[in-house]
């Protein structure tokens, strides 16, 4: 790609700030000042200059677009004005929805011009056209950490194929690594582009292949909060062995809004109040920026049409009902392993701290062993403190409030040596409240939380467990806990102090 000439640039520069008027001895000063930056851009500023030039490109492209985009839609959305038709309403709701998330999306740009477009260019220490030519057109995300736009472009589109892109997620997930899946997703993406019927077939061979209907049954069936639908799964794969595919699609549909009210119910508690299908899908989705955009659309705004169909109908005209079955198929896969990573990452996270616990000798004659092992331990839980996620530490420190999930997963006539979820839980908690591992705290807390050696993580957690557990702890353990909370009140103190 070639780039600006000196010459282009020169005449540029001299079309834009005529010589009489100028204040500034470069077009970077100039650039500068106007962002109201007084830091000195870390790269050459020829290159900051490229920089600022491909980005307000790079802007005003994505406004163009958007404005565009929100033409077209409000002129479709105004034609529709005189049709009362239930299928007119649905595509109405939908264009509604795509003008107003562009709507945001273009706010959002005029909010980085103003706050965040200074800060961007001088985080970037390397040419962002360079590095474009050299990607060859590959998706660069760190490019497009600018705004939500840039990052999540696709999804702003009323065209783009979101049934799709809703269903391929569980795909890749069985099939290839974490690393790898962005791009197999480009692949699978550009073949529904260049050859929809192999796209389809490919994901058609899998529910094959795999069994997934099987697996389905199998989830519902030995996960907690699935379990009450067993019946109603085990009929579906009983309709979809008999070829009864009408029937199956009539209860499947249904099953869709079930599983997200599962998922609601897990999420939120039994008590709150689910909603209607829209609503459980945004209550679902909405802490998930990234698959809000790509299944909201699906599962909020074109699913409801189906649903209604066989509301009214009592059951959907198709040419193809054979393709619809397995469509539903991957959905109800989608939503219900999306309940089994939420409702399985607290029991995920004990058996990796267990295995942890069965590497350290707690048992050891010698308190050094026993001290280290401690230690040990405290700094693997560290880890999953960092994770914004307190069903597990709550789950630790209150078993009994989970006991009937708990129980749920106890295994019978369990071989020696072997140990179940109920076990696991139930080692956690005590050591957790042990004097040894509040002996361990401790000592995180002495040589980690100071003044000259400040942790704050380690500080984070000390405080988090200080409180949740002082009032619960056996006497010898309370006292060790009650020295944490003296240190962490000094730290408090002397912070406090030097801010003053």
């Given at each position: 790609m070639d780039y600006f000439s000196p010459e282009v640039a020169k005449a540029l520069h001299e079309s834009l700030f005529p010589t009489k008027d100028v204040?500034?001895?470069?077009?970077?000063?100039?650039?500068?000042?106007?962002l109201g930056v007084t830091q000195t851009p870390s790269i050459e500023p020829e290159v900051f200059q490229r920089n600022f030039i491909y980005l307000m490109c790079n802007i005003i492209k994505?406004?163009?677009?958007?404005?565009?985009?929100?033409?077209?839609?409000?002129k479709e959305f105004d034609s529709l004005k005189s049709d009362k038709g239930l299928d007119t309403e649905y595509k109405r709701r939908k264009l509604k929805y795509f003008c107003e998330i562009n709507k945001q999306a273009h706010k959002e740009i005029c909010s980085f011009i103003s706050d965040g477009l200074?800060?961007?260019?001088?985080d970037k220490s390397y040419d962002m056209l360079k590095r474009e030519d050299e990607r060859e057109g590959q998706f660069d995300i760190?490019?497009?950490?600018?705004?939500?736009?840039?990052?999540?472009?696709k999804f702003f589109s009323y065209d783009y194929p979101f049934d799709a892109a809703s269903k391929i997620e569980v795909y890749l997930r069985s099939k290839y690594e974490l690393i790898d899946r962005p791009y197999e997703e480009m692949r699978l993406m550009d073949l529904l582009t260049k050859d929809p019927d192999a796209f389809w077939k490919k994901l058609y061979q899998y529910v094959d292949d795999d069994n997934i209907m099987d697996i389905i049954k199998e989830?519902?069936?030995?996960?907690?909060?699935?379990?009450?639908?067993?019946?109603?799964?085990?009929?579906?794969?009983?309709?979809?062995s008999s070829l009864k595919y009408q029937s199956f699609i009539t209860l499947g549909l249904i099953q869709i809004e079930g599983l997200f009210d599962d998922y609601c119910r897990?999420?939120?508690?039994?008590?709150?109040?689910?909603?209607?299908?829209?609503?459980?899908?945004?209550?679902?989705?909405?802490?998930?920026?990234?698959?809000?955009?790509?299944?909201y659309?699906?599962?909020?705004?074109?699913?409801?049409?189906?649903?209604n169909e066989v509301a009214h109908t009592g059951m959907i005209q198709t040419e193809d009902t054979k393709k619809m079955v397995y469509n539903l198929i991957l959905d109800l896969n989608t939503l219900a392993q999306m309940v089994i990573k939420e409702s399985d990452f607290k029991?995920?996270?004990?058996?990796?701290?267990?295995?942890?616990?069965?590497?350290?000798?707690?048992?050891?004659?010698?308190?050094?062993?026993?001290?280290?092992?401690?230690?040990?331990?405290?700094?693997?839980?560290?880890y999953y403190f960092e994770f914004p996620y307190d069903d597990f530490w709550n789950m630790i420190k209150n078993p009994n409030d989970y006991i009937d999930e708990i129980q749920f997963y106890k295994i019978k006539d369990l071989e020696e040596g072997y140990i179940d979820i109920p076990g696991i839980i139930n080692s956690i908690s005590e050591i957790v409240r042990s004097v040894g591992f509040w002996k361990a705290i401790h000592r995180l807390v002495k040589d980690n939380c100071k003044e000259t050696s400040w942790w704050i993580e380690a500080e984070e957690f000390a405080k988090k467990m200080k409180n949740d557990y002082i009032s619960i702890l056996d006497q010898d353990a309370k006292a060790e806990c009650i020295e944490v909370s003296r240190i962490l009140d000094q730290l408090s103190k002397s912070k406090k102090s030097v801010k003053v």
């Open positions: 204040k500034y001895t470069t077009i970077e000063e100039y650039v500068l000042q106007t994505d406004i163009k677009e958007i404005e565009d985009r929100l033409k077209t839609y409000r200074a800060k961007y260019l001088l760190y490019s497009s950490l600018r705004y939500k736009y840039a990052l999540h472009r989830t519902v069936e030995n996960n907690y909060h699935l379990s009450k639908r067993k019946e109603i799964f085990e009929t579906l794969n009983d309709l979809l897990l999420k939120f508690g039994e008590n709150n109040t689910q909603g209607t299908l829209i609503e459980k899908v945004k209550k679902s989705l909405e802490n998930n920026e990234f698959a809000f955009y790509r299944m659309p699906y599962f909020a705004l074109d699913i409801p049409k189906l649903r029991f995920r996270t004990a058996q990796l701290i267990y295995e942890k616990i069965s590497e350290f000798d707690f048992d050891s004659d010698d308190p050094k062993i026993v001290d280290n092992a401690y230690d040990r331990l405290l700094h693997e839980m560290l």
